[in-house]
Structures are given as structure tokens and as C-alpha cells.
């Protein structure tokens, strides 16, 4: 995904809140996602954002988008251990009529005790 | 379980070797898409059915790769005299139809992860 960057690490305390950043480059991008990955498991839905949204909240989760500047967040709030995993920002684009998505690198998060 | 799910999940084979993968989408799902993820890398696209039809393959897909979904169900990804390069995992992925809830989103299977040696 050279057109959706992200920071590969971050780690944080148990309890802290996380943020994730995630940079794309097409502004015909209409759905936002953020997937999480475990070890070799697949990747988990845990939530997206339609691009004419700037904020959405889902329980600990918050998506803040910056359509000017191309930039997408996701906060997690009260980090627990559990919530370490690789998370991948992903974007739809308009003209994908078949809605293939073009993801990031990912940021691993690590939550130390 | 009702998610998306993949057969094998993991094959180990020589090079050279051709290799089968399956995948059974969400049942009510009418859009299937098959990724490959590499060690330290996002997903990436290699090809999209809709029902039966396969309706974009990525520049990924070389000649060696084959993909089908005859009856609009389950699909299989077929890569013929493997190469070390294919060492990956392949992610399959099935969303709904248009005026569904599910027609925005993507859920993805466990992967099969496939090693040349």
C-alpha cells in the first residue's frame, strides 16, 4: 500500500489511550477502515467511516477523519493487553466499483502491564 | 460459525509444485475477493468476483495464478510450479450486495499460509 502510510510501531501502558495514525493520498477515497490483526489469524473488522463523516465512536473505539488533509485516526481508549495486535488502516476508492481496498503497512501496538 | 473460511490453513510444498486453496464466503454474500499478505506487509488485492463472474484480477495475479467461483458460492485460488516468491499468506474476503448492510464491508477468513521451500 504505498498510497496509505502509517507508522509501524507504537506502544503505550495499559490503561492509556492509543492513537494510530494513517496518511492516504486519493481523495476519491469514499470508505475508511481499520482492521486489526492478530498472529497468524486473519484481520478482524472493527470498524470504517464513509469519508463525508469526520467522527465516529464505537464503544472504546474513536475514528477522526481529516478529508482536507487526508488524514485518518484511530483512538483506542483504557488500552488493555488484549488490544496489542497489528491494526491496518484501509481505504475504498470511487472508482473501485468492485470495492477492493488498499491497505497500509500497519502499526503494531504493543501494551506493556 | 457463519464467517468466512479457508481450506488449507497452512501447506508447506516444493517448488514447482501446483497448489489449491478454498474458500467458502459469508452464504449470503455475493462478493468474494482474494488478497495476499507478505511478511510485514497490508493485504494486497489480487482478485474480485462478483457472484460467478471475475470481474478484476490485479497485475499481482501473473499467468500462473487462477482463480474461480463456478456456482457463485465458494471459491479456489490455484498457483501453478510454485516459485519461493509465492511464500505468502492468502487472505480471502466476502462482502454483500448492493442495499445490503454488509455491502461497505469486507470480512476477512483466517488466511492460508503457504510456504515454498
Known amino acids: 500500500g504505498e498510497d496509505v502510510e502509517q507508522s509501524l510501531f507504537l506502544s503505550v501502558r495499559e490503561g492509556d489511550s492509543s492513537v494510530i495514525n494513517c496518511t492516504y493520498t486519493d481523495s476519491s477515497s469514499t470508505y475508511l477502515y481499520w482492521y486489526k490483526q492478530e498472529p497468524g489469524a486473519g484481520l478482524q473488522l472493527l470498524t470504517y467511516i464513509f469519508s463525508n463523516m469526520d467522527m465516529k465512536q464505537d464503544q472504546r473505539l474513536t475514528v477522526l477523519l481529516n478529508k482536507k488533509d487526508k488524514h485518518l485516526s484511530l483512538r483506542i481508549a483504557d488500552t488493555q493487553t488484549g488490544d496489542s495486535a497489528i491494526y491496518f488502516c484501509a481505504e475504498k476508492r470511487i472508482y473501485n466499483q468492485g470495492g477492493k481496498l488498499i491497505f497500509g503497512q500497519g502499526t503494531e501496538l504493543s501494551v506493556k502491564p | 460459525d457463519t464467517g468466512v473460511s479457508q481450506d488449507p490453513r497452512h501447506k508447506i510444498t516444493k517448488r514447482g509444485q501446483n497448489v489449491t486453496f478454498r474458500c467458502d464466503p459469508i452464504s449470503e454474500h455475493n462478493r468474494l475477493y482474494w488478497y495476499r499478505q507478505t511478511l510485514g506487509q497490508g493485504p494486497e488485492f489480487l482478485t474480485y468476483?462478483?457472484?460467478?463472474?471475475?470481474?478484476?484480477k490485479s497485475r499481482l495475479l501473473s499467468d500462473r495464478f487462477s482463480a474461480e467461483r463456478p456456482k457463485g458460492s465458494f471459491s479456489t485460488l490455484e498457483i501453478q510450479r510454485t516459485e519461493q516468491g509465492d511464500s505468502a499468506m492468502y487472505l480471502c474476503a466476502s462482502s454483500g450486495q448492493i442495499g445490503a448492510s454488509s455491502y461497505n464491508e469486507q470480512f476477512f477468513g483466517p488466511g492460508t499460509r503457504l510456504t515454498v521451500l
Open positions: 468476483f462478483q457472484n460467478e463472474a471475475q470481474l478484476e
